[in-house]
């Protein structure tokens, strides 16, 4: 039973995301709010609302391993296996993007996350630090957006037909599915943790982390089978520097994170190589061909082995 309620609470984060993101994104471009600006903060944020509602419960819970566990599994799971699935399947024509400068940013989050750990526990004034360090990333963001005209299309999940009476019920399940949906899976990944005699850090890298990058995985298989996932390594870069300073420093507000030994000693390591891996996609332009795709893949599944070993 709690395995079914576990995967109940997955599910219903992830709707509830989804449900967000629409409600958010066509109510502020109603509102006039400039494209560029949607697109940088409500949708950023609404994608990772997930990852941020399972990290603030496990701190209240008292489970901070949970918490940094999901912030780290998800990122290496968006590298190894958001991009290496489909890129097995059909291929990633990253060549054709220029993402050196979020790229570069998502590096110096990385680093901030591993400092922020080895100073820990991670405080609210880590949180402060690094919720500041994503304040200026968005502010040249849109800086360097207020250059490019983008129109109504340009925002994923908008919608010019959707009425106002839907978006309106988009927000109301939004707002409460993601914290029932939260509490649901943060208290039965717990009680499987205890039954399967791991620890709460393995469940929130491997269940969790799974669970909250499947949404991005589902959407990035689509795009490559139909030839559409050029943008694919761009939204995993963005996704995954919200998710270290965002998702972290947001929680850290709510209570102090012991850092795990294992994850101190391995996984932030890990999480280290899959964003340096990305190195040659980014800087020489090299598409993430099917052969990449494989070897990213068995990389990730050869790291859950190890995990759960």
Known sequence: MAYLLAILGLIILIVAGDFLVRGAVNLSLRLGIPAFIV???IVAFGTSA???????????????GLALGNVVGS????????????AMIAGLHTSEID???NFALMLVATGLFIASCFLGPISWMHGIFLLATLAYILWVAVKDAQSHKQDFNDVESSNPDLSGKLIAL???LGFIGLPLGAEILVRYASIIARDLGVSETIIGLTLVAFGTSAPELATTITA?????ADVALGNVIGSNMFNLLAVTGIASLFGSMTVPLGLMEFDIW???????VLIPFVYFRQDINRIWGVALTLIYVSYLVFLLN
Do not use: H
Request: without cysteine; positive net charge.
């Open 50 to 64: 997930p990852e941020l509602l399972i990290s603030v419960s496990a701190v209240l819970s008292d489970q901070p």
């Open 39 to 41: 697109s940088l903060t």
């Open 170 to 172: 988009f927000l109301v």
């Open 99 to 101: 993402t050196k400068k």
């Open 75 to 86: 990122n290496i799971a968006n590298v190894l296996l958001v991009l290496g699935v489909p």
């Open 270 to 276: 890990v999480l280290a190589a899959s964003s340096i």
């Open 224 to 228: 490559a089978i139909r030839r559409q």
